[in-house]
T-cell receptor, first 114, second 111 residues
Framework: NAGVTQTPKFQVLKTGQSMTLQCAQDMNHEYMSWYRQDPGMGLRLIHYSVGAGITDQGEVPNGYNVSRSTTEDFPLRLLSAAPSQTSVYFC?????????????FGPGTRLTVL | KQEVTQIPAALSVPEGENLVLNCSFTDSAIYNLQWFRQDPGKGLTSLLLIQSSQREQTSGRLNASLDKSSGRSTLYIAASQPGDSATYLCAVSDSNYQLIWGAGTKLIIKP
């Protein structure tokens, strides 16, 4: 089992560019989510999905899009990058939104927007 | 709105000491509380999950307690080792089934 994988590990963008952060899991988890982590702050939920074809917004969704066409993949799209989106992004998955089972995290993508 | 606080933000102790990390939350209506460990440049690893009906959970040298009524949890680490150096994060699952996170405590164990 590879668990949760994320690509790329590092990325530098210019303001206004778009890109997609990839996330995949091989544990057949229904629930997947994207967080961002900024210095001195807790992780904040961007978007989440409770199954293929179903997505919803978290606490900080503006500037990001997601889709869930398969159980395994949950890509995060930055539509027009802004310096405020400089952060470390984590993808996570779990069986049941973490109510009885913990969430499993990928290694993260460190994004810098110039 | 649920808020989670971890104090102190950083802690440095000599190897071998027993230590306690603190986590507090403002709304007692939680489903569970979880403790995670984060190593530099890596993802988060789950350490312990305490359901709202439970008082504590143990795993090896780690013991986590939960007092919902006072909005507090502690993570006790026995006989600390340099390998325990990491950032420790707590998170509560709120009434919307979302995890609300603290900012973490950076722990350094000095050999």
């Amino acid at each position: 089992n590879a668990g949760v994988t994320q690509t790329p590990k590092f990325q530098v963008l210019k303001t206004g560019q778009s890109m997609t952060l990839q996330c995949a899991q091989d544990m057949n988890h229904e629930y997947m989510s994207w967080y961002r982590q900024d210095p001195g702050m807790g992780l904040r939920l961007i978007h989440y999905s409770v199954g293929a074809g179903i997505t919803d917004q978290g606490e900080v969704p503006n500037g990001y899009n997601v889709s869930r066409s398969t159980t395994e993949d949950f890509p995060l799209r930055l539509l027009s990058a802004a310096p405020s989106q400089t952060s470390v992004y984590f993808c996570a998955s779990s069986w049941d939104r973490g109510l009885t089972d913990t969430q499993y995290f990928g290694p993260g993508t460190r994004l810098t927007v110039l | 709105k649920q808020e989670v606080t971890q104090i102190p933000a950083a802690l440095s102790v000599p190897e071998g000491e027993n230590l306690v990390l603190n986590c507090s939350f403002t709304d007692s209506a939680i489903y569970n509380l979880q403790w995670f460990r984060q190593d530099p440049g890596k993802g988060l690893t789950s350490l312990l999950l305490i359901q709202s009906s439970q008082r504590e959970q143990t795993s090896g040298r780690l013991n986590a307690s939960l007092d919902k009524s006072s909005g507090r949890s502690t993570l006790y680490i026995a006989a600390s080792q340099p390998g325990d150096s990491a950032t420790y994060l707590c998170a509560v699952s709120d009434s919307n089934y979302q995890l609300i996170w603290g900012a973490g405590t950076k722990l350094i164990i000095k050999p």
